[in-house]
């Protein structure tokens, strides 16, 4: 039995790109080999330190004038989770933001649902404002990200933090992906 599958697929190897290598590889091996688990909702951010989820341009928990937060880095931050259904999402946070007329997007993946300018300028831990988006997503992988026009470092204008090199956008004190019971809150736009 495995030499006729080292035959067969000895046949279908000869005279085949690499891109449909790859193509034949992941039909035969990778399709129902490993199903990626659906995110549980709801996902709290604050939480866990790491992450539940893949998070990416977030730094570590931190803590400040007993204030939990963390620093969201520009000019990206991005959330990846897997959903088994299609369903309506609220992306919930309270932010403070340290550069005065800061623009935010936030981005589902690659569109643009939501955008929040002229952003003003909060102290980092008693400025919070609380920020709602709601989100139609589709069964399969989901990427949500955060876009900032400004962050630190990106100019001398940017710049609040020259000791920390990293490229510090806004604080934020809680963000979590849940299942709306209500209609979105007015905030800020």
Known sequence: ??????????????????????????????????????????????????????????????????????????????????????????????????????DMAVILNGLRVREFTNIPKTDRLTGFKNYEVLLDVQPGPVEIALEFAQYNHKSPDDTFAPEDKDPLAMTISGLEITQPDHEPRDCPR
Do not use: H
């Open 1 to 102: 039995m495995a030499n006729m599958k080292q035959s067969t697929m000895r046949s279908v190897i000869r005279g085949r790109s690499l891109a449909g290598l790859l193509l034949i590889f992941s039909l035969t091996c990778c399709s129902d080999a490993q199903k990626i688990p659906a995110t549980a909702l709801p996902v709290d951010l604050m939480a866990f330190d790491p992450p539940s989820i893949q998070a990416t341009g977030f730094r570590s928990v931190e803590r400040a004038a007993g204030q939990d937060f963390r620093w969201v880095l520009g000019p990206r931050a991005v959330l990846k989770l897997y959903l088994d259904a299609p369903m309506r999402l609220v992306l919930a946070f309270k932010a403070s933001n340290p550069i005065e007329g800061q």
